[in-house]
């Protein structure tokens, strides 16, 4: 199993948890983008949430701190940490729940339907 999750996250030990020496099977920000992807799906089907063209400007800025935290780090201009990395990463994924649901309940099914 460890050995497929190369394939969704890059593994860097020095930016995954570990517990009891081990390290989980995929990075900081991954993993707060699954529990919140996670979560918003169990949310989402318990109770109703209305979606309005607006739901995907308030994903998008969900999803904002995200990616300022990975491409600052990237481009080299500042370190992140992993608490920040799970944070943005919590924020990230709601964020991109919020778009997924709001393009498939305003823009695709209608066309099913």
């Known amino acids: 199993m460890i050995e497929l999750t190369k394939y969704i996250c890059h593994r860097i030990p020095e930016r995954s948890f570990f517990i009891k ?3 989980f099977p995929v990075c900081a920000r ?3 983008f699954y529990i919140s992807i996670f ?5 989402a089907m318990l109770f109703s949430i209305h979606y309005e ?3 995907f400007l308030i994903g998008f800025i969900l999803i904002l701190p ?3 935290d990975g491409f600052t780090q990237y481009l080299g201009i500042r370190e ?5 990395r799970l944070l943005t990463g919590l924020l990230g994924g709601i964020g991109l729940m919020i778009i997924a649901k ?6 695709l ?3 099913i339907i």
């Open 66 to 68: 995200a990616f300022v």
């Open 39 to 43: 979560s918003y799906a169990i949310y």
């Open 53 to 55: 063209v607006y739901s």
């Open 80 to 84: 992140s940490n992993n608490i920040l």
């Open 30 to 32: 991954c993993t707060g």
């Open 109 to 111: 099914l209608p066309y």
């Open 21 to 23: 020496g081990h390290q």
């Open 102 to 107: 709001t393009i498939k309940i305003l823009f």
